[in-house]
């Protein structure tokens, strides 16, 4: 019998331990479906966050390494200057990338690093609870914002993407999401782009991915899917922030 | 009987439950089931094949690949006569 559409050959044949309709398992299975689409196995080496993903290498059947959080960057550069050759990409989450390693991500795209980097962003911290993280929407009860969070005393919701679309060592920045199937191809374009960008040699890019976590939003895997759609949206609009590739 | 390009089958262990090849299922095809797997987890299952068209759909947005469209392709074949 023929098979389409089956595991990817760079994804091991395992069980997550993600929740039921978390977005790191679509995220991971794009990532090693552009990876074998590629033809770059062999050669890429990953490097996984602290958070959810922390036991990302369980499931990808290639190199990949642990970082400090959110120290993740600052790896990937060592691994990139030391072994040019490679596909190095940094996986991280929004706790990881957004409120402990801002400083990394930022000077890491500011010194123009041949580095790709995926962006998992649900506005939550999962593995530790669901404190709330700098990307919390406002309005959102987390377990340390209990009233919502308020700008009063949270702030707003921190846009890493703008934030780091003016310095000059950055290349390729876009914002997708898995919330439809048509977002979810559009996500692993977007992944294609980013490693293209990274193996041509031009420089810096993210890839922010809008994933669900129904856990800690006390929402359904469906119903998550649809606040994305809704709301998380509005906040961080899908698209291309800035490409000079 | 609709012309089948192949049918998802759906790794009833490996299934969470979520939820979402139910929602994106244009034929609404697919149901979660009545009974629960070793997880103590509901999983999807084809109720529907006939409705089925293979579109895949439902692999794209699994989260936990799941599910393999497995079957003839209807496309590739005309092609090879």
């Given at each position: ?59 990808w059947d290639f190199d990949t390494m642990e970082a400090p959080h959110g120290r ?132 810096f890019s993210i890839v922010e991915i809008l994933s669900p976590c129904p856990t ?30 | ?81």
């Amino acid at each position: 019998m023929a098979k389409r559409f089956t595991r990817p050959e760079s994804m091991k044949d395992k069980a997550t331990h993600y929740c039921p309709g978390c977005g790191h398992g679509l995220a991971h299975r794009l990532l090693c479906e552009v990876i074998d689409e590629m033809g770059c196995r062999e050669t890429t080496v990953a490097i996984a966050p602290v958070g959810c993903a922390v036991l990302a290498y369980d499931y990808w059947d290639f190199d990949t390494m642990e970082a400090p959080h959110g120290r993740t960057p600052a790896v990937a550069t060592g691994v990139k200057r030391v072994l040019p050759d490679r596909l190095v990409f940094t996986y991280q989450g929004d706790g990881d990338l957004a409120a402990i390693g801002t400083a990394e991500i930022i000077h890491a795209g500011n010194r123009g690093e041949n580095l790709s980097v995926i962006f998992v962003n649900n506005g939550v911290y999962g593995m530790t609870g669901g404190q709330m993280a700098p990307t919390t929407l406002l309005g959102q009860r987390t377990a340390t914002s209990q009233f919502t969070r308020r700008s009063a005393t949270e702030g707003f919701p921190l846009k890493i993407l703008e934030m780091m679309k003016d310095l000059k060592g950055v290349s390729y920045l876009e914002r997708t999401s898995v919330h439809s199937p048509k977002e979810v191809l559009n996500t692993k374009r977007a992944i294609a782009k980013s490693f293209k960008t990274q193996l041509d040699n031009k420089g810096f890019s993210i890839v922010e991915i809008l994933s669900p976590c129904p856990t800690y939003w006390g929402l359904d895997p469906v119903e998550s899917m649809k606040r994305i759609e809704t709301e998380v949206v509005q906040e961080y609009p899908i698209g291309v922030i800035k490409d000079s590739v | 009987m609709a012309k089948q390009k192949g049918k998802p089958d759906i790794s009833i262990e490996r299934c969470k439950g979520c939820g979402l090849c139910v929602e994106v299922c244009p034929k609404k095809a697919l149901e979660m089931s009545e009974k629960i797997n070793d997880r103590g987890l509901k999983y999807a299952v084809l109720t529907a094949p006939d409705k089925c068209n293979g579109c895949g759909l439902c692999v794209i947005m699994c989260p936990d690949c799941a599910i393999e469209i497995v079957g003839e392709d209807e496309g590739k074949e005309k092609g090879k006569s």
